[in-house]
T-cell receptor, first 114, second 110 residues
Framework: DTGVSQNPRHKITKRGQNVTFRCDPISEHNRLYWYRQTLGQGPEFLTYFQNEAQLEKSRLLSDRFSAERPKGSFSTLEIQRTEQGDSAMYLC????????????FGPGTRLTVL | DQQVKQNSPSLSVQEGRISILNCDYT??????FLWYKKYPAEGPTFLIS?????DKNEDGRFTVFLNKSAKHLSLHIVPSQPGDSAVYFC?????????FGTGTSLTVIP
């Protein structure tokens, strides 16, 4: 069990560029979550996958954001036409089906949009 | 619309004493509550959880109390240690969504 990993750890981009982040969950976990965290705030839910199916999307997730989990293992989060307001820490978490649902977080990807 | 609130942004406690971190929520549909600990440059780490059918759960030095009528939960750490210094987030769950508070930064003074 190597934990949840995220790549890259840091990303600096210019406004208007597209960025993609990757999350590798704990291997036996079939649930995967994406969150965004800004300074002084707690993580805010963005979206949730069970296996390869995207089952929930927050209204925070504008149409510039898209997430995939094509084979029910790793996931990618893409932000198109980045804006300065997208600067944040993007966190991924995974968990195993069944109650209760305890999520294990990765280290996050810090995005800075210049 | 902050459904989970941590009204104390920071707390300082002497080593060996009890740390009490508080959390309030507004949604009566929440049925599972968790506490996470976060160090700088790392993701949150799961600490302890409690189901809404219980009012107390203990794990070593950590105890979580749930008062459903008051929509309040608290995390007690005793005795507090310098390594406990971190930001603590409470979270609540209903369905497939988790809602986090804004965090309390705990400093344990040696």
């Amino acid at each position: 069990d190597t934990g949840v990993s995220q790549n890259p750890r840091h990303k600096i981009t210019k406004r208007g560029q597209n960025v993609t982040f990757r999350c590798d969950p704990i291997s036996e976990h079939n649930r995967l979550y994406w969150y965004r965290q800004t300074l002084g705030q707690g993580p805010e839910f963005l979206t949730y996958f069970q296996n390869e199916a995207q089952l929930e999307k927050s209204r925070l997730l504008s149409d510039r954001f898209s997430a995939e989990r094509p084979k029910g293992s790793f996931s990618t989060l893409e932000i198109q036409r980045t804006e300065q307001g997208d600067s944040a820490m993007y966190l991924c978490a995974s968990s195993r089906s069944g109650a209760p649902d305890t999520q294990y977080f990765g280290p996050g990807t810090r995005l800075t949009v210049l | 619309d902050q459904q989970v609130k941590q009204n104390s942004p920071s707390l300082s406690v002497q080593e060996g004493r009890i740390s009490i971190l508080n959390c309030d929520y507004t949604n009566s549909m929440f049925d599972y509550f968790l506490w996470y600990k976060k160090y700088p440059a790392e993701g949150p780490t799961f600490l302890i959880s409690i189901s809404s059918i219980k009012d107390k759960n203990e794990d070593g030095r950590f105890t979580v109390f749930l008062n459903k009528s008051a929509k309040h939960l608290s995390l007690h750490i005793v005795p507090s240690q310098p390594g406990d210094s971190a930001v603590y987030f409470c979270a609540a769950n209903t369905g497939n969504q988790f809602y986090f508070g804004t965090g309390t930064s705990l400093t344990v003074i040696p």
